[in-house]
């Protein structure tokens, strides 16, 4: 039996936490900010030092893995049995630009720690949330008496997440033999607050498109030409208000086709988690609420899909009045994607959309970047009944479940492997991603250790 | 009898053009761009020296009146006799920048004749047909053995209409005691083309506003927040798509209340124009027609309001994608508005109409610029048979109408002298204002010299 008492697990993490402190202060003195040329260097060393790490962890295969851009690590340790699962952990070991010159209180390089935070870019996301795994999976050795993981494990960290992961398809495609797994556990993301743990279930898919209209040649005068020709900036306004029909549905035709509905299930469990309506408008810096009838703000944000306006130009925008018909304007929009939404379908009903209202004498252009695919894990799938039940040992209380309003690489992931998607993640969200002061509060980084070490175990009893 | 032979006029016309165009040309020299503060000098210079030649064109009063910015020319000659309209002509003395390395074929600023055109900036707009009022009013006096003109006349001829008038409600309203008339007559507009000779009989008034929206405090992620909070940029999308309805005509309440509708002699006469849809797209370097259901495209840009996107702008605008939901988004909106709308009235209703439409959460503020009113004389107003029958008399050919769709400051002498405008110009549209190798043809430049002739005498017979 691989079933880890919780006894073992507490002294083994209690033993070895000051080392495991230490050691994750050392790689968070690495600045590998992977969108800062200049940084490459660092980014580099921060590849190696985790390495060296896994190796000195017990990883059997640690290899630092090339990119067209910047490298990632990949470990592996097999179970030394048959009939366990394998399973891939995703993080990423880059971080996003800091300076103290920005407004943090303590330098973003020099991890220090105030109180039972430890201060330092880097510190959630995501250098903190993939080191747990280390000394998780050696607690997990250690309390069960294995010498390999009750799974076969693997690990890939990349190394250019903040940068939107340019690079990250190619690998996994290449790689994809190597890669192959039942599970993912991503381990990038967070819980609800420092009182509720939560498990997330998926993320929302994105698409992206800039929509160019060309009108006159030229802008042309207002007085003169004004009334009688199109104008390219009222199609583009007329395209953007059109995408909401008056419930705030997206009034795309098919749009909603297909998509998996929330459960009556999941709808309760939302609501019970603590949702400070005026605290979460303070954090999204916004003085009113506004989305699809029917639905409440964390349905909308986390389960429901969006097309939003995130950028619009045309015609003149200096000061003062010039009377003109611009002759071009242009519109960035992004959809969010929910799971039974096919990204390629919904690029296609958007430019189908979108050649269908642009009037005669309006030239259009529609350009998408680059898709990212929803994912989502149901709430009775076995190895999600496993994350839960790791997190409910490490923290003792229920959890809840939320999910990601944001859209990720690990689906890519779920798709080249045809793995489910797991997330296991404490950080808070006062942690300061993407911001000054980046922390992780110290207690939850110890019972991410300790879900870690206990997770292993169970998914190997149930899910084989 | 006032009614001048028309041999009389020709021939002292034939005797004097190539003096009168000796003259013009030392104007023409005179770089008076007012938009370019180096210039102001120029601008001077300028004025000074049309207040001289109008000194020795006869006119008893002739002064360089000051404003806050350029200066403009006043001058003052009293028919001598009761009874006699007083008539004031109205011009402007100051040009659009040019420059040879523009493109021009010629020296913007040294007069070159080619062919039957004489080129240079300002030839058309506006000194040339300022300048026709000259040898026109002499060929008046020697036509009819008069020592005054038939009528009180009076010309203001500003120089900064180029860069938009700014100081001219101010001058306008400080004189309004001496600049005092029953008639406007502005030689600032043109005819149909080379061989339509036509009178306008009315220009558009013009409203701008810009409109600020403010959503989140600073632009927020689009997949934490999209959704579930109003974007401003779809707001400003929103107001501008609401500004037409299906049929192209302005939806906002009360916008079409009380204007003066085209009559349906004047539509017959706009018909019988030879309008060149075509060509004038291709002017218009526009690709398509589109405009209020029920009107023809010169009725649109004529004779009915409109409500254009002159510019728009909010969120990313880069290259590549932000996924944000932006903190502001501003859109800057114009109207033409026609005879019997208020331009007060309008501007309150769109402010009310933003108010109205501009969701919780997102907060609003409209700016508006300076107002320029609509004004229209009608078809069968003595003062414009009058116009039509000098010019009539001046080219041997039925004379059509045409309106102006842009709005021109005009309208203010109409507003605070409360007289009728007219318009009596020969520009052509091939003129090139305010673009390259500007020409005025020289064939009717001289019948802008005869109608001006005709006109006194015709005024004092028909508008006592």
Chains 1, 2 share one sequence.
Request: glycine letters at 10%; aromatic letters at 8%.
């Amino acid at each position: 039996m691989t079933k880890t008492p919780d006894s073992a697990v507490r002294s083994y993490i209690a033993q070895h936490q000051e080392a495991f402190l230490a050691d994750l202060a050392d790689w968070l003195r690495i600045p590998s900010v992977s969108a800062d040329p200049d940084r490459a260097g660092d980014v580099r060393r921060s590849a190696e030092w985790l390495a060296e790490k896994l190796r000195g962890t017990g990883f059997p295969v640690v290899e630092v893995w090339e990119t067209d851009g910047l490298p990632a690590v990949f470990a592996e340790w097999p179970a030394g049995e048959a009939g366990v699962p394998t399973v891939l952990v995703y993080g990423h070991h880059d971080v996003q630009p800091a300076a103290k010159a920005d407004g943090w209180r303590t330098e973003p390089f020099e991890p220090t720690v105030v109180g039972n935070r430890l201060h330092a870019r880097g510190a959630a996301d995501d250098k903190g949330q993939v080191f747990f795994h280390t000394l998780g999976l050696r607690a997990h050795l250690a309390a069960t008496g294995r010498s390999a993981p009750a799974v076969n494990l693997k690990l890939l960290i990349e190394g250019e997440e903040e940068s939107g992961s340019p690079n990250f398809g190619a690998l996994i495609r290449r790689q994809a033999e190597r890669l192959a797994a039942d599970l993912v556990v991503v381990s990038d993301t967070g819980m609800w607050d420092e009182r509720t743990p939560t498990v997330c279930t998926g993320m929302r898919g994105k698409l992206d498109c800039q929509i160019d209209l060309t009108g006159p040649d030229s802008d042309i005068h207002s007085g003169s030409f004004g009334g009688a020709v199109p104008n390219p900036a009222t199609t583009a306004a007329e395209l953007a208000a059109a995408l909401h029909d008056e419930q705030r549905r997206i009034a795309l035709p098919g749009f909603y086709d297909g998509i998996v509905e929330l459960t009556e299930r999941e709808r309760e469990l939302f609501a019970k988690l603590p949702f400070d309506e005026a605290g979460w408008l303070a954090t999204a810096k916004s003085h009113g609420l506004q989305g699809e009838a029917g639905y409440s703000t964390l349905e909308r944000i986390w389960a429901r899909p969006t097309a939003e306006v995130n950028g619009v130009w045309g015609g003149y925008t200096g000061p003062g009045t010039k009377t003109i018909v611009p002759a071009e304007a242009h519109l960035k929009l992004s959809f969010r994607l929910v799971a039974g939404q096919e990204p390629e379908r919904i690029e296609q009903t958007v430019r189908d959309w979108v050649a269908a209202r642009v009037p005669a004498g309006i030239g259009h252009r529609v350009h998408f970047g680059s898709i990212t695919r929803p994912c989502l894990t149901p709430l009775d799938h076995p190895a999600l009944r496993s994350t839960v039940r790791a997190m409910e040992r490490a923290f003792e209380q229920e959890v809840l479940f939320t999910r990601e309003g944001g859209s990720g690489p690990a689906a890519d992931l779920r798709d080249v492997l045809g793995a489910t998607v797991l997330f296991l993640g404490i950080s808070v969200p006062s942690d300061g991603w993407h911001s000054v002061d980046e922390k992780v509060e110290l207690d939850l980084l110890l019972k991410g250790v300790e879900a870690a070490a206990y997770l292993w175990g169970d998914l190997a009893e149930n899910h084989r």
